[in-house]
């Protein structure tokens, strides 16, 4: 894809996103930004750029933030990982992991829902 491309190459990334605000909205495909923004980053972490989320129920130390990153540079292959921290107290421990095509939720509330589903009395 062409802006990944042009994003992974590109000194200013500023002209690049202004180029695609302008191609959206000239063309009236603003409502699809979030599915482009999806394979932009799909594109780039393809190229060895991988950026993702990661939802813990707490605010998460350097050193854990560090591990994760280490964890997905490991099983992807990425050169490079940025991944941003988001607190959601609804997950009530541990973290869930999101990058383009992967996740790894391995937080309390997904726990919980499994034992609730498992064991659901009929």
């Known amino acids: 894809m062409y802006v990944a491309n042009e994003l992974a190459t590109a000194k200013s990334h500023k002209q690049v996103v202004l180029q695609l605000a302008a191609y959206l909205v000239d063309t009236r495909r603003t409502n699809e930004l979030h599915l482009i923004i999806r394979d932009i980053e799909y594109y780039l972490s393809e190229m060895g750029s991988v950026s993702g989320v990661i ?20 099983h992807t292959g990425a050169k490079e990982v940025s991944l941003t921290n988001f607190v959601d107290p609804a997950v009530l421990g541990g973290v869930k992991v999101s990058i383009p095509g992967h996740e790894l939720d391995a937080t309390v509330r997904r726990s919980l829902t499994i034992l609730k589903t498992r064991y659901k009395k009929v």
Do not use: R
């Not at 854990?64 to 540079?73: D, G, M, S, W």
């Open 55 to 74: 939802t813990s129920a707490f605010d998460l130390t350097a050193e854990t933030k560090k591990a994760i990153e280490k964890y997905v540079k490991q």
